[in-house]
């Protein structure tokens, strides 16, 4: 599951995005200027930025210039008007990783989106396989053993979460930041029962949730 700082001020390309970030599984915010975007880049623990250029408060450049003083190296995919290569340049100069050029199709924004988060994390490919457990990143569809994994929403962000950082201990507050945008809220009790209902699809499969106590969870191939 990976979560995204969208920043864009214009309403209908905002509303059109945030749409389908969020239908493509993504956990995603909105920042309509600069400066909310610049503070929430500085506490928010995200996989992708969205950037657009002209924004009201702070200019899109000096979003990305202040992210990268602080060392982030956060993907940002910087979307920019057709006819300004000064702005492609100088927004590839300032550490952007990629850029889209307005009016782009939505199909291909995110595409270019699940291509740099997957970059981020382990696999390079479209299709991550874990002991049993097959997953594509593109369509969102788990099989287990060759057979249909069927999961909730939130089952399935966990298992994302788990699987992107196989072999790393994943703690509920982190499962909480991937899951939950700024209008929505899980409790650790919660979090358990996700990861309860999921750990029971996944065990006769030979696959494990283990609890790190005090720490988090850490997805497992069973050895038997
Ligand atoms: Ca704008």
Redesign the pocket.
């Known amino acids: 599951m990976a979560r995204i700082l969208l920043i864009?001020?214009?309403q209908v390309l905002g509303d059109a995005l945030m749409r389908s970030l969020e239908q493509a599984g993504y956990t995603v915010d909105w920042a309509r200027d600069g400066i909310t975007a610049d503070t929430a880049l500085k506490d928010g623990v995200y996989d992708l930025a969205l950037l657009?250029l002209?924004?009201p408060r702070l200019h899109g450049f000096e979003v990305l210039r202040r992210l990268r003083a602080r060392n982030n190296h956060l993907p940002a995919l910087v979307m920019t008007a057709r006819d300004s290569l000064e702005d492609r340049i100088a927004g590839l100069d300032l550490g952007a990783d990629d850029y889209v050029l307005k009016p782009f199709h939505i199909p291909e924004l995110l595409a270019r989106v699940r291509a740099h988060i997957r970059r981020a994390f382990v696999s390079p490919n479209a299709e991550i396989t874990y002991g049993p457990l097959v997953y594509d990143t593109t369509t969102r569809l788990a099989r287990l053993q060759d057979e249909p994994l069927n999961l909730s929403k939130r089952e399935l962000g966990i298992m994302e979460t788990l699987l992107l950082r196989v072999g790393k201990v994943v703690t509920k507050e982190m499962l909480v930041e991937k899951l939950c945008n700024w209008d929505e809220t899980l409790g650790n009790n919660a979090i358990e029962v996700y990861v309860h209902r999921l750990r029971k699809k996944l065990q006769p499969h030979g696959l494990d949730i283990s609890t790190v106590r005090g720490l988090g969870y850490l997805l497992d191939k069973r050895d038997d």
Do not use: I, K, S, T
Request: proline residues 0%; hydrophobic residues 15%.
């Open positions: 864009e001020d214009d657009d002209g924004l």
